[in-house]
């Protein structure tokens, strides 16, 4: 049996799309993934630095940095999580820091606080990839637990 060249060339177009990170995915990484910071201090830093906002430009809330590279919080849309709720939840805490606003959601520059923590993450995963960090959470829900 033949496959036509322009079938092919659409299953192999359709791979490397699939293949490839999306952009909330980019999103995530940018807004969430950082292995460097080692200091509470920085979330002023790297807020402006990543110019991480709400949607109509002012200062976000809070925002989680999770102290680790892309590969393992990948990883927990895979093997290294399981289904909770329509997200997925580490099987594995983290160490995060948590950036919590001290001044007006408009007022600039956005000035924050932070924490350092480790916690089992809460993310929403899709084809995947992490896109959604929903929450952190102190202990894994008992029916994980081996």
Do not use: W
């Not at 460097?36 to 990543?50: I, L, P």
């Not at 160490?95 to 480790?118: A, H, N, W």
Request: with cysteine; net charge positive; proline share 6%.
């Amino acid at each position: 049996m033949r496959i036509p060249f322009a079938c092919m060339l659409l299953l192999l177009l359709s791979a490397a799309v699939l293949a490839q990170p999306n952009e909330r995915y980019k999103r995530f990484i940018n807004q969430h993934i950082n292995n460097k910071m080692t200091n509470v201090k920085k979330c002023d830093q790297e807020m402006r630095n990543r110019d991480i906002k709400t949607i109509d430009n002012k200062c976000k809330e809070t925002n989680t940095f999770i102290l680790s590279t892309n590969k393992p919080v990948k990883a927990i849309c895979e093997k290294a999580g399981k289904p909770f709720g329509q997200m997925t939840v580490s099987l594995q805490p983290f160490p995060i820091i948590v950036c919590e606003l001290k001044s007006d959601v408009s007022s600039t520059p956005c000035q924050y606080s932070g924490k350092r923590l480790t916690r089992y993450l809460v993310i929403g995963c899709e084809n995947g990839f992490p896109v959604h960090f929903d929450r952190d959470l102190v202990n894994l829900p008992a029916h994980f637990e081996n």
